[in-house]
């Protein structure tokens, strides 16, 4: 069974311009999460989605962006690229709605370096 | 809001002995799920042990087993028998059972086993 895909695995953006970030959750999983994780912050939650809809939205300016479709993949971006979005983005996904469905597995996450 | 903290940012244990990492947590809902996550160098984050918080006993797999105190709000790790492969920086984090999948990450403690 395939883990969490996420893809680019590395990229490297020049500041002010936009990224794309891809993810595909485990089959069957319909919650998907999205976290930044650097040196000073740590572990931040980004937004979750689970079928399509936005649910919970962390503490990120309006520049972070995401979205889910409807066979559960989800795309997040970034607009007008800072230095300090340079950060791991990891990708999760959870099944949600049943015994172990409150288990969250991630993604290898992909690496931004802004320029 | 809920908040994880892991005090020891650094442990060191040899090869083979048992190392115990701290964690405790602040959340006023009632229902919730503790994690210890696992990310090596490749900076893969891995499930370790999940705990429910409505089950008394002490989640255990393998070599890793919990120390749960829900009064004191405390959710420690054991690594029994630690290998060279358990070197990595090890992450405790909560989910609130409500709407939607977030986790809370404390800010990690890096492990290194010596040989």
């Known amino acids: 069974k395939a883990g969490v895909t996420q893809t680019p695995r590395y990229l490297i953006k020049t500041r002010g311009q936009q990224v794309t970030l891809s993810c595909s959750p485990i089959s069957g999983h319909r919650s998907v999460s999205w976290y930044q994780q650097t040196p000073g912050q740590g572990l931040q939650f980004l937004f979750e989605?689970?079928?399509?809809?936005?649910?919970n939205k962390g503490n990120f300016p309006g520049r972070f962006s995401g979205r889910q479709f409807s066979n559960s993949r989800s795309e997040m971006n970034v607009s007008t690229l800072e230095l300090g979005d340079s950060a791991l983005y990891l990708c999760a996904s959870s099944r949600e709605g049943t015994a172990s469905g409150n288990t969250i597995y991630f993604g290898e996450g992909s690496w931004l370096t802004v320029v | 809001a809920q908040t994880v903290t892991q005090s020891q940012p650094e442990m060191s244990v040899q090869e083979a002995e048992t190392v115990t990492l701290s964690c405790t947590y602040d959340t006023s809902e009632s229902d919730y799920y503790l994690f210890w996550y696992k990310q090596p160098p490749s900076r893969q984050m891995i499930l370790v042990i999940r705990?429910?918080?409505?089950?008394?006993q002490n989640a255990t797999e393998n070599r890793f087993s919990v120390n749960f105190q829900k009064a004191a709000k405390s959710f420690s790790l054991k690594i029994s028998d630690s290998q060279l492969g358990d070197a990595a920086m090890y992450f405790c984090?909560?989910?609130?059972?409500?709407?939607?999948?977030?986790?809370?990450f404390g800010q990690g403690t890096r492990l290194t086993i010596n040989p």
């Open positions: 989605y689970f079928s399509e809809t936005q649910r």
């Open positions: 984090a909560c989910l609130i059972i409500q709407g939607a999948q977030k986790l809370v």
């Open positions: 705990q429910e918080a409505y089950k008394q």
